[in-house]
C-alpha cells in the first residue's frame, strides 16, 4: 500500500531518559532515513541506512544511533536524551538510487523536558 | 557544499490567484531537484522533481516549476490556487553522484491561501 509508519506519533521523555523512534515501510524500499525538522531549518538528516546493517551517518549524527535489522524496518535511538533534540522526527524510505521519490511518514514529534 | 534557498519563510495569496514559490540552489554541476509538499500533521509528499530536458516539469495538483541553470533556480509556479494548497513548500536537492541519494532541503516556505 506504499506507507511508511512511524511509531509513536507524540512521545514525552525526561533528559537523560532513552528514546526510541520505529519505523516501518512496506515497499521493500532498499534505503531509509531518519530526518528531524525544526522551525525555519528545514529538513536535516540524522542518518541514512542503504540496506540491512549498512547504515551511514548524515548531517547531524552527535546524539543519535540507529539500528537496521530488517529491510522494512529503521530505528533510531537516543541514548540519554537532551532538550535540544526536542524536535519533530520523520522518517523516510526510497528505492536505492540517487534522485529517487523519498516516501515519508508522518513523523513523530518528541519533547525532551 | 550544496545548499537550498527558499527566500520567502511565509507567502499569503487569495484564493484564485497565480502563485510563485521561489527556490535558488548551489551547486557547481546540475544535480537532481524537487518540490515537496507538507500538509499540517503529516509528512512530505513530491509534488514533481526534474532531472534534465524540458526545463518545465509538471507535478501534481497542476503545479509546475522551471528550471533555470542561468540563475540557478527551481521555482514553483501554480496558474490559481485553491484554499486547499495551504502547507508548507520544500524545495530540496540531490546529487547525480557520490552522495547517494542524499537530498538537501531548503528551510520551507509557508503558504497560506485567503478567501
Known amino acids: 500500500d506504499m506507507k511508511v509508519t512511524q511509531m509513536p506519533r507524540y512521545l514525552i521523555k525526561r533528559m537523560g531518559e532513552n528514546v526510541l523512534l520505529e519505523c516501518g515501510q512496506d515497499m521493500s524500499h532498499e534505503t531509509m532515513y531518519w530526518y528531524r525538522q525544526d522551525p525555519g531549518l528545514g529538513l536535516q538528516l540524522i542518518y541514512i541506512?542503504?540496506?540491512?546493517?549498512?547504515?551511514s551517518e548524515g548531517d547531524i549524527p552527535k546524539g543519535y544511533r540507529v539500528s537496521r535489522k530488517k529491510r522494512e524496518h529503521f530505528s533510531l535511538i537516543l541514548d540519554s536524551a537532551k532538550t535540544n533534540q526536542t524536535s519533530v522526527y520523520f522518517c523516510a524510505s526510497s528505492r536505492g538510487n540517487s534522485g529517487n521519490t523519498l516516501y515519508f511518514g508522518e513523523g513523530s514529534r518528541l519533547i525532551v523536558v | 557544499a550544496q545548499s537550498v534557498t527558499q527566500p520567502d519563510a511565509r507567502v499569503t495569496v487569495s484564493e484564485g490567484a497565480s502563485l510563485q514559490l521561489r527556490c535558488k540552489y548551489s551547486y557547481s554541476a546540475t544535480p537532481y531537484l524537487f518540490w515537496y509538499v507538507q500538509y499540517p500533521r503529516q509528512g512530505l509528499q513530491l509534488l514533481l522533481k526534474?532531472?534534465?530536458?524540458?526545463?518545465v516539469v509538471q507535478g501534481v495538483n497542476s503545479f509546475e516549476a522551471e528550471f533555470s541553470k542561468s540563475n540557478s533556480s527551481f521555482h514553483l509556479q501554480k496558474a490559481s490556487v485553491h484554499w486547499s494548497d495551504s502547507a508548507v513548500y520544500f524545495c530540496a536537492l540531490a546529487l547525480l553522484s557520490g552522495s547517494f541519494n542524499k537530498l538537501t532541503f531548503g528551510a520551507g516556505t509557508r503558504l497560506a491561501v485567503c478567501p
Open positions: 526534474y532531472y534534465s530536458g524540458d526545463p
Open positions: 541506512s542503504y540496506d540491512v546493517d549498512s547504515n
